[in-house]
């Protein structure tokens, strides 16, 4: 596969901001690297950047999504459905890490292994160091 440098680099550049958010006393609390995806994410997706407290938040693969167009389930059904998001037409439910894989242009392994994008342990320059190493792949 050929990593896709533009959505990698997408992606990327919201984390970021996200955190200079963080670092400047703003905890939007809206990229947390061990949450697919959570309350922040449904109540920022009309205003990806909420300058408040509020919640759980996302993984670099739900920010990958949701930055496409796709969709959290209704809050009733969130918790059973915490690894699984709504296509952007709404029409199909697909595993999160499967889809942002296929959409980033990376295998499963390169995303979920230890140490991979999708790691829940990573912090930022992880990720910084993993997509640059993709970017040489490309």
Known sequence: MTPN???LDKTLSHIETLDAFKR???????WR????TGEALARSQTNLVVQEPCGTAGCFAGWTLLLNGYQLAPQE????MGRYIYTPDGD?????????ARL???DESTANQPG???YGAND???IRQIVGELREQA
């Open 5 to 7: 440098i533009d959505q």
């Open 24 to 30: 400047e006393g703003v905890d939007t609390d809206q």
């Open 33 to 36: 690297q061990s949450r697919w």
């Open 77 to 80: 059904e969130r918790g059973r």
């Open 92 to 100: 199909r439910v697909v595993s999160v890490s499967e889809e942002a």
């Open 104 to 106: 980033l242009g990376i």
């Open 116 to 118: 991979g994008l999708f």
């Open 124 to 126: 930022l320059d992880d």
